[in-house]
Structure formats: C-alpha cells, structure tokens
C-alpha cells in the first residue's frame, strides 16, 4: 500500500468558454466563492473551447496531482469524453469528477435567482408557471439529466416544471412557454439551468417569457458542489494523496 504523502491535489475547472466576458467574469467569481470555502486549496481556471486558458495551457502551468471538474450542469460529449481524454492524454493519472448537473444544490441556487428576478421579496403566485430553460443536449444522457434538474426544481416548487432547449434538438423553449401559455398560466417564467451568460442565455431570454431568471453563476451551493464534485473524484487519486 503507498506510503499517504501530504500531497494536495490542484482542482482543474473546466468551463465550457464563451466569448462573452460576462461569462468568464462569472467563472472567476464562482471559482473565488470555491477558494474562500477551502482557503488553501489550489484552484485553476480552463475552458473546454473559445475562451482563455485552454485546458492544455491551464494543465501545463500545474504540478502534482489534478483533479479535473467540468462545471457543466449535465453529462455530454465535453464532460464525458472531451474533458478526459485530454486531461488524461496530458497528464496520465489525473481523474475526472461527473459533472456538476443534475443536483439538489443547483435547484437552491436557481430558486435564489428566481426570485431575485422577481424582485426579491415577491413569492410565486398560485398561477405562475416555472419552465427550466437549458441550452440542450444530443446525448441522451444530457437529456436525462436536464429532466431530472426539471424533477427536483419541481419538487421544490410543488408545482410542475416541464423544461425545453436553446440549442439541440428537444423541446424548444419558446414552444414550452406558449405552451404554458395557452394552458392558462398567469405569468410563465424561465429558470435559467445555464452556468453563465453568453448566447444560449440570450435565447433563454428570447423565448417569450414573462420573465426569466439570471444564469446559476457564482453562488455559494454551486460552489460547495464543485468541492463535492472535487472530494469524490479525489478518492480515485488513491492512497498516495490527501484530498482534504
């Protein structure tokens, strides 16, 4: 059995990158609430594509055991295949959590900004209809997982809470919405199941809804399941580390 070293791994996020600023600023700010939960713990910052560091360069500037967090909300082709494989070609060993999505901590956190666009103090009415908006999946797991965040908002809301897409095929969410519509809602909103702004958040906002709630973005439950995350991929690194 390997001799337990004091050996803390670096936790590599890995956000999926927009060319939005608001974006990137948002991981920053998620990621500081991650380091100010657990000070001294090592934090790096990448993105799948488009934005700054990339994994690679973010992976190449760290040393000793990694533990990779794709801080996506559902299972796909970047969180199940594309994140690990170049993580792992990389730097052979290094683990990869699940991603972030579908989880209890992300339904509080989008109940939070729900009513934060409701003007904070303002209850949901009897009437009002709650739709999650998400940017989609073609992977049916992805799917699976959208429909399990939609379950557990609902649960939370006592109140149904179908969801539909922005970008692949499945429910589109202006249908949705119309649909809540014309079933009678007074007023139908989007909770966002989007991490940060850019374009699929910009079509959330498009759909037609009443009103439609921020990205999830740097709030403290998100950031207490990315140490989650981080804690049960970091039991994988073996005997030789120190997770926590």
């Given at each position: 059995m390997a001799e337990l070293r004091d050996v803390?791994?670096?936790?590599?996020?890995?956000?999926?990158?927009?060319?939005d600023p608001a974006g990137a600023a948002?991981?920053?700010?998620?990621?500081?609430?991650?380091?100010a939960l657990r000070p001294?713990?090592?934090?790096?910052?990448?993105?799948?594509?488009?934005?700054?560091?990339?994994?690679?360069?973010?992976?190449?500037?760290?040393?000793?055991?990694?533990?990779?967090?794709?801080?996506?909300?559902a299972r796909g082709y970047h969180a199940l295949i594309d994140i690990p494989g170049?993580?792992?070609?990389?730097?052979?060993?290094?683990?990869?959590?699940?991603?972030?999505?579908?989880?209890?901590?992300?339904?509080?956190?989008m109940i939070d900004r729900l009513a934060a666009g409701l003007g904070g103090g303002e209850p949901l009415r009897p009437?009002?209809?709650?739709?999650l908006g998400a940017a989609g999946s073609s992977d049916?797991?992805?799917?699976?997982?959208?429909?399990?965040?939609?379950?557990?908002?609902?649960r939370r809301l006592r109140r149904p809470?179908?969801?539909?897409?922005?970008?692949?095929?499945?429910?589109?969410?202006?249908?949705v919405v119309e649909r809540r519509r014309r079933e009678g809602a007074g007023r139908v909103l989007v909770a966002s199941y989007l991490l940060a702004p850019g374009l699929f958040h910009h079509r959330i906002e498009a759909a037609g809804a009443d009103a439609a709630s921020a990205p999830i973005g740097a709030h403290d439950?998100?950031?207490?399941?990315?140490?989650?995350?981080?804690?049960?991929?970091?039991?994988?690194?073996g005997g030789a580390v120190r997770v926590a």
């Open positions: 803390h791994p670096t936790l590599l996020a890995v956000a999926h990158g927009t060319r948002t991981v920053r700010a998620l990621l500081d609430r991650v380091r001294g713990l090592r934090v790096a910052e990448a993105y799948a594509e488009i934005a700054a560091p990339s994994l690679e360069d973010a992976l190449r500037g760290v040393g000793g055991p990694v533990v990779a967090v794709p801080l996506m909300l170049r993580a792992e070609r990389l730097q052979p060993g290094l683990v990869t959590s699940r991603p972030l999505g579908p989880h209890g901590l992300l339904a509080t956190a009437a009002d209809a709650v739709v049916p797991a992805g799917v699976a997982d959208v429909r399990a965040a939609a379950r557990m908002l609902s809470v179908p969801f539909g897409f922005v970008a692949a095929d499945g429910p589109p969410l202006a249908e439950a998100v950031a207490r399941l990315v140490l989650h995350r981080f804690d049960e991929a970091g039991l994988r690194l």
